[in-house]
């Protein structure tokens, strides 16, 4: 059974998402304050914390910093900012994910599940060490889903491209199957096949100017899949 | 009377004027009078003599008085000190002047001189009276251009020097600095109140929607669920129009096409009826940004026109994204009045095609922001067209291959 910390300071939101969750088989504590969420943290063990971004005693900010220093629980931040910049702010402090009120429950569940899901493979925090890699004078930045080409030029990513992508860099020089990218680049509501695939590799190569017939970076294995064949640097 | 002695600049002109019409007689008459005295060493000719003889002029008179006057030959009489034209080409004439530094006319050069003496004194005079007048009003435009672009922004406004000029520059400067900091004053409040109200409404909308989850299920629970949805998203839009009009950021040099292609794609991924084609065509603009705005124009398409069509390509030197419908189009009479924030075509505003009204008013200003421009046209085939236009950047060939 997964163990959930929510820290709000409005009471309310705070028991609706405890009962909310509590359908869904988790058990959930409560904080109210910077403060409680500490104690709690320190003296119980938690498999994922829902932080509210603005607390009266404490920035959720810090907070969220302090839990990666400390406890190494996944975090997912929840904010009425809305603002871009501050989901910006809140993935380079650590956090797992975020979240803008007012939400949508399902979905609230949904991140919830997806970030243990990473945390029992031990791939969290992959993303927040290493925001932008580098592979032959192309710069990959995954917070913005975007390239910036050899010439400084910047080349926007689709979803579908963005996951391959990811999936490509975090596994330079091995050949990875259709099947395999399958299960790497799979996203909630979006069916991925053997086709997809085929698209989001030709029109990556398209961006990154890399010919079908000859390509040198994502090269592909007969019969057995796709290799990005480059060193990438973080 | 302490305004007409202070440092005003009406008596700075005054006094200017003033001493720089007498100064370049004195100076003027000074310097050839030197000149004069000294004699020079080629001889007078008589018919020059006529050429000062601009009546209309002071010089002439100023000179052939002290002439004449100075000199022994008023014997020569009654033409001396009057300019009268026939008098001196006889007065010339006769050397009776033969002494030098007794003309009765006066020499080519010294006319030169006298004129030159004059017009460098009277020039400079301009030069510096245009001068106060001009240099204060290019830095009050210069303020005032920057102005627009820093209010509302963490960095201030710019500020006039207060103590430099004269009194009335010294006045408009404190009165600029003034309407500049309330004008920061107000464009901040603002936007820290609107940043307020959207958390404020934020936390209740969270509440309800947490409140709706806790009911079972029901379509009309379902509607309630979909109108905080709606308001959540009207607040996104009101927020975005005091943070992005504040600022676009840094524009990049980026790939039109892939911004686009990869909003399509995205779309097209979710299942909605949206198309694309083009070619790489890189532009200046700030790619999170004209993804909003193409976003914002394919959303419309494919709400109010079924479908979208969306194509880009360079076009001389710009870069277009045309995005089409098939719908109605918009009446002719409306296709301006659209981008007005919070208006809508009549028939739009029910239910089903919501939305508050603000998103093509957002979309032109932030393109507009970045150097280019948005337009509506209603397509000969039927349809919506939108068209956006951003300069292109020219790069080199081989860098982009598709």
Redesign the interface.
């Known amino acids: 059974m997964n163990r959930c910390l929510v820290v709000d300071d409005?009471g309310?939101?705070r028991d609706?998402?405890r009962?909310?969750l509590q359908r869904f088989g988790m058990t959930v504590s409560t904080a109210t304050s910077g403060a409680e969420m500490r104690r709690l943290v320190q003296t119980e063990t938690f498999d994922v914390i829902v932080l509210d971004l603005?607390l009266p005693d404490d920035n959720g900010l810090l907070l969220c910093r302090w839990v990666q220093e400390t406890a190494g629980i996944p975090v997912i931040m929840l904010t009425?900012?809305?603002?871009?910049a501050s989901r910006v702010l809140g993935l380079e402090v650590g956090a797992d994910d975020y979240l803008?009120?007012?939400?949508?429950?399902r979905e609230l569940v949904a991140r919830i599940n997806a970030v243990l899901r990473r945390a029992q493979k031990g791939e969290r925090n992959k993303e927040a060490g290493q925001r932008v890699v580098g592979f032959q004078g192309w710069q990959f930045d995954r917070l913005?889903r975007?390239l910036v080409?050899?010439?400084?030029?910047?080349?926007?990513?689709?979803?579908?491209?963005y996951r391959l992508l990811s999936a490509f860099v975090e596994r330079p020089g091995r050949v990875l199957s259709r099947d395999q990218l399958i299960e790497l680049t799979r996203a909630p509501?979006?069916e991925v096949n053997d086709r997809?695939i085929d698209l989001a590799v030709s029109?990556l190569r398209?961006?990154l100017?890399d010919?079908a017939r000859e390509a040198v970076l994502i090269r592909t294995m007969r019969g057995e899949g796709y290799v990005f064949d480059t060193k990438v640097s973080s | 009377m302490k305004r007409w002695l202070a440092d005003t600049l009406f008596l700075r002109l005054f006094a200017l004027m003033w001493v720089a019409l007498v100064g370049s007689h004195v100076g003027a008459y000074a310097v050839v009078k030197l000149f004069r005295e000294t004699p020079p060493e080629h001889d007078r000719r008589s018919f020059v003599g006529s050429l000062p003889t601009f009546p209309s002029l002071p010089p002439t008179p100023g000179l052939g008085g002290p002439g004449p006057g100075g000199g022994p030959g008023p014997g020569d009489g009654p033409g001396g000190p009057r300019p009268g034209s026939p008098r001196h080409e006889w007065s010339g004439e006769p050397p009776r002047m033969g002494p030098p530094g007794e003309p009765g006319g006066m020499s080519w050069s010294l006319t030169v001189l006298d004129y030159g003496v004059r017009l460098l004194i009277i020039g400079l005079a301009a030069w510096l009276g245009a001068r106060w007048l001009s240099a204060p009003m290019h830095k009050l435009a210069k303020a005032a251009r920057s102005l627009g672009t820093s209010l509302g922004r963490d960095e201030g406004v710019p500020a006039l020097d207060e103590a430099e000029g004269t009194v009335e520059v010294r006045d408009t400067a404190r009165v600029f600095n003034d309407m500049a900091g309330q004008l920061h004053t107000q464009f901040k409040a603002r936007g820290l109140l609107v940043?307020a109200l959207?958390?404020d409404l934020?936390?209740p909308?969270?509440?309800?929607?947490?409140?709706l989850?806790?009911l079972p299920e029901d379509p009309l629970v379902e509607r309630c669920?979909l109108d905080?949805?709606d308001m959540?998203e009207l607040?996104?839009s009101a927020?975005s129009l005091f943070?992005d009009t504040s600022s676009v950021g840094p524009l990049?040099?980026?790939?039109v096409c892939?911004?686009v292609?990869?909003?399509t794609?995205?779309l097209i991924?979710?299942g909605q009826p949206v198309t694309f084609s083009g070619d790489t065509a890189?532009a200046d603009c700030q790619?999170?940004l004209l993804?909003r705005v193409v976003s914002n124009l394919v959303s419309n398409a494919v709400r109010y026109g079924q479908r979208a069509d969306v194509s880009v390509g360079a076009r001389g030197d710009v870069v277009q994204v045309v995005v089409n419908d098939h719908g109605p189009g918009i009446p002719a009479s409306h296709l301006d009045a659209v981008f007005e924030p919070f208006y809508r075509v009549e028939s739009s505003r029910s239910r089903d095609t919501g939305g508050a009204g603000l998103g093509l008013y957002i979309a032109r200003d932030l393109i507009t922001r970045q150097g280019g421009s948005l337009t509506l046209v209603n397509r000969a085939e039927g349809g919506l067209q939108a068209v956006v236009c951003l300069p292109a950047r020219h790069?080199s060939a081989s860098?982009?291959?598709?």
């Not at chain 1, 009425?80 to 871009?84: E, F, I, K, S, V």
């Not at chain 2, 990049?252 to 790939?255: A, L």
């Not at chain 2, 860098?399 to 598709?402: E, F």
């Open positions: 409005d309310e939101i609706g998402v009962d909310y603005m009425a900012h809305g603002d871009p803008p009120k007012p939400f949508e429950p913005l975007q080409s050899p010439d400084g030029v910047v080349v926007a990513l689709s979803s579908a491209e509501g979006v997809s029109r398209q961006k100017g010919q | 940043a959207s958390h934020r936390t909308l969270t509440r309800m929607r947490m409140r989850a806790r669920a905080i949805r959540d607040i996104d927020l943070r990049q040099s980026t790939d892939s911004v292609q990869s909003l794609d995205d991924e979710q890189v790619p999170v993804r790069v860098t982009q291959s598709s």
